[in-house]
Nanobody, 121 residues
Framework: QVRLVESGGGSVQPAGSLRLSCASS????????MGWYRQRPGMQREEVAT???????KYLDDVNGRFTISRDNAKNTMHLQMNYLKPEDAADYYC???????????????WGQGTHVTVSP
């Protein structure tokens, strides 16, 4: 599996912005889907946003309109631009990469170590 490393987390005031990055040790061009997940204290991990190799994008309803996911294949990097941050956005954010073979069997399921986001006055 490729290695994924997140960066860009930190502390921000409500309505502020952060840009998260996910750097891959290998090419991401042919990886079918990459995404951002988050885990808030006392809660299960949830899918925040995903982006496919073809550019298809899905967002968690709570972040739709505030967050933007993108991938830069030339730099083997994925980003999550987070605007208008709310206290409930505070969480550990994780990068994920998944791929599948022609029989729809998963061939890749890689995770980063996570980057922490705090939103407080």
């Amino acid at each position: 599996q490729v290695r994924l490393v997140e960066s860009g987390g930190g502390s921000v005031q409500p309505a502020g912005s952060l840009r998260l990055s996910c750097a891959s040790s290998g090419s991401i061009e042919l990886i079918y889907v990459m995404g951002w997940y988050r885990q808030r204290p006392g809660m299960q991990r949830e899918e925040v946003a995903t982006i496919t190799a073809g550019g298809g994008i899905k967002y968690l309803d709570d972040v739709n309109g505030r967050f933007t996911i993108s991938r830069d294949n030339a730099k083997n990097t994925m980003h999550l631009q987070m605007n208008y941050l709310k206290p409930e956005d505070a969480a550990d954010y994780y990068c994920n990469a998944e791929d599948f073979d022609d029989c729809a069997r998963q061939t890749l399921d890689a995770w980063g170590q996570g980057t922490h986001v705090t939103v407080s006055p």
